[in-house]
DNA sequence: CTTGCCCTTCCAGTCACTGGAAGCTTAAAT
DNA sequence: ATTTAAGCTTCCAGTGACTGGAAGGGCAAG
């Protein structure tokens, strides 16, 4: 099948596609006699599988690994556990340090009155910036 | 003083600063006869604002409004609200896109052995997607 | 006078795409 | 049969917010 069909089935654009054999990620593609690249049902597997994993905030080179290790039949499943465990790591650090931004944009929101007068204390609590400074 | 002297009191590189310069984020440093930026102390806290106001997520463009607001002794503070309250309410966004997933990665993580075996829940659960497909 | 740091500009790279131009092929509509 | 439309190809450029590095000039100390 051609790639818009390959990205219709697969959830990826076909530029997304592309991109994604440019860079290594997933194996070039065969070609039909017109040039046109040629995509399997296995090949559109792949390309679900790497959405997905993208969907769960992995990496394109995370991604990459992970792909091989599918493909991997003598994996060893602490290799993957491994990967999603430090990208599960990472993700709670992002959402505790979002979580902190959180507080204290929520603060500065509550104490500013929001009216045509010029007193802010958002300005200012940004002016200050953080106290332990 | 210098760029680095500015970099070191402002707590950016000076490399940032000539690129908030360039990107017309602040105003274009006065000169020294030898070619060199010049700040003053007013830049430093305008540059220090930025920093914090960075540090609280906002884009660079929010910056550009936020100090252009700082600096206009006739603003609203509803203006400036505003902004906050739309990016407070992207930050909110992403910690819930943020939980979910760590919610499907620990799910996973926790399903996987993690020993030499191949077989591996958490490839298996990429491979599938989430249900709602 | 040379060492070493600071400054200048400009170019390239990051990450993961996305958009668009220019030029093919193929399929459908007239 | 012709024309249009869509789909494919490659390549180049842009996104955001920097960061790194090269090439070259300024400046103070040893």
Redesign the pocket.
């Known amino acids: 099948?051609?790639?818009?069909?390959?990205?219709r089935r697969s959830g990826?654009?076909?530029?997304?596609?592309?991109?994604?054999e440019e860079?290594g990620?997933i194996a070039p593609?065969a070609?039909?006699?017109?040039?046109?690249?040629?995509y399997s049902d296995r090949d559109v597997h792949k390309l679900r599988f790497?959405r997905h994993a993208?969907g769960l905030g992995?990496?394109?080179?995370?991604?990459s690994q992970l792909l091989s290790l599918y493909q991997d039949k003598e994996r060893h499943s602490s290799d993957v556990k491994a990967i999603a465990e430090q990208h599960l790591a990472d993700v709670e650090d992002k959402i505790r340090e979002l979580q902190e931004l959180r507080n204290t944009l929520s603060h500065l929101v509550t104490c500013c009155h929001g009216d045509n007068r010029p007193d802010c204390p958002i300005l200012e609590g940004i002016a200050e910036g953080p106290e332990d400074q």
């Open positions: 099948m051609n790639i818009g069909e390959a990205a990826l654009s076909a530029k997304t596609i592309r991109y994604y860079t990620l593609a070609r039909a006699e017109n040039g046109y690249r040629d790497v993208r992995f990496s394109v080179e995370e991604c």
